[in-house]
Every structure is written in structure tokens, then in C-alpha cells.
């Protein structure tokens, strides 16, 4: 079965701050997909990253990065010197993939990021 | 271009009521998901239409249904509202059936009194 456990609930920082929100799965594939999505007051989740679990790199893209440890089965995200327009729930989620495609994602319960002008 | 846009906004049903929910996908994304987020928790997979046909289902009852057009957009449909249905419902959608990167919706607020 799947399931991605987010422990931490909220978490509050000062602007300019470091902070890393962590990101706990489980599978029994060997082929997966794992995702972090940002959900802004608004509503929508706008998508962030995507990685295969065959692609242990971690990735930088601006302010944002992403360390995943099969060895672990975590995928953490940080955001270096956060702003407050960062301020968002926070969702990673996982997909495990099959002949034709891969399953709908199965999120965790997200993470409140709070950026303290 | 539009991204998904999700109609109504807001809606307040009572018990029993049946609610119908719409989502117009980004052109040329034949793919649509349906997902319930209840407050405080992550979206839960509700359905996946792909060209018309139902391509996956979540642990949701019968009386959640769902249907997608030639135009590939598509409806929710509840039927016998209970309080427990009060949620936001995001519409996700994506080019094919495979599920690589979605884009949601700003979802419908359904509050069930």
C-alpha cells in the first residue's frame, strides 16, 4: 500500500531563513513516482517537482531543492532564504507506476509553511 | 492560455441535496481528475477520465459519480449529500492518461449544512 507521512504540521520561520519540509513514503514498487506540490490561499496546487525513483539526484532550481534517500524513503524539500510570498501548505505525494501509465497520487496530509516578514 | 477553471466557486448545499460539480480542462489535456480535500487533510483521488472512459476510481461510494464530454470537460456529481461531503474538490487535468504532472484547478468549496 501506499502512503506519505508529512509529521510536520506547521512550520513558522523568519524571512530570509532556511527551512526543510520533510516527506516520509512507503511502496512496495520498485517504480515510483514522487511529487511536491505548493498550495497558495488560493486553492490550486501548483506543481513544483517530479522524480522517478531510479533518479536519486538531488535537484536545485532557484531557492528551491529537493533531496530524496531511497535508503530512507524520504524526499525533503528546502527553501533557502525563504520569502514570504513562500508562505503555502506544502504536499508531497507518490505515484507507483504500472504498464500504462502510473496511479492517481496518493498525497500526504501537507505541511503549513508560515514566512514571517 | 486558460488553465483549468472549476465552476461554482463556492456552494452551499443541505443534507440530501445532489450537487453537480463542472471543470473545463486546459486545451488539448484529455485527461481529467477528480480529487476531495477535506480541511486539514491532502486531496483524496476520486475518479479519472481519459478520453471519454473511466480510467480509475477511488474508495468513494456509489453515490459519488462522475462523466466527462467530447470537449473533455467534466462533472462530479453527489447525490444524497451527507455533512461529511463538505470539501474542497480540485479538478486536476493533463495531456494523457498517465499521471506525470497535473494541473489543478482553484477547486469548488462545497459546504454541506
Known amino acids: 500500500a501506499q502512503k506519505v507521512t508529512q509529521a510536520q504540521t506547521e512550520i513558522s520561520v523568519v524571512e530570509k531563513e532556511d527551512v526543510t519540509l520533510d516527506c516520509v513514503y512507503e511502496?512496495?514498487?520498485?517504480?515510483?513516482?514522487l511529487f511536491w506540490y505548493k498550495q497558495p490561499p488560493s486553492g490550486e496546487l501548483v506543481f513544483l517537482i517530479r522524480r522517478n525513483s531510479f533518479d536519486e539526484q538531488n535537484e536545485i532550481s532557484g531557492r528551491y531543492s529537493w533531496n530524496f534517500q531511497k535508503s530512507t524513503s524520504s524526499f525533503n524539500f528546502t527553501i533557502t532564504a525563504s520569502q514570504v510570498v513562500d508562505s503555502a501548505v506544502y504536499f508531497c505525494a507518490l505515484s507507483e507506476a504500472y504498464n500504462s501509465g502510473n496511479t492517481p497520487l496518493v498525497f500526504g496530509k501537507g505541511t503549513r509553511l508560515s514566512v514571517i516578514a | 492560455d486558460a488553465g483549468v477553471t472549476q465552476s461554482p466557486t463556492h456552494l452551499i448545499k443541505t443534507r440530501g441535496q445532489h450537487v453537480t460539480l463542472r471543470c473545463s480542462p486546459i486545451?488539448?489535456?484529455?485527461?481529467v481528475s477528480w480529487y476531495q480535500q477535506v480541511l486539514g487533510q491532502g486531496p483524496q483521488f476520486i475518479f479519472q477520465y481519459y478520453e471519454k472512459e473511466e480510467r480509475g476510481r477511488g474508495n468513494f461510494p456509489d453515490r459519488f459519480s462522475a462523466r466527462q464530454f467530447p470537449n473533455y470537460s467534466s462533472e462530479l456529481n453527489v447525490n444524497a449529500l451527507l455533512l461529511g461531503d463538505s470539501a474542497l474538490y480540485l479538478c486536476a487535468s493533463s495531456p494523457r492518461a498517465t499521471n506525470e504532472k497535473l494541473f489543478f484547478g482553484s477547486g469548488t468549496q462545497l459546504s454541506v449544512l
Open positions: 511502496t512496495r514498487d520498485t517504480t515510483y513516482y
Open positions: 486545451s488539448g489535456h484529455k485527461s
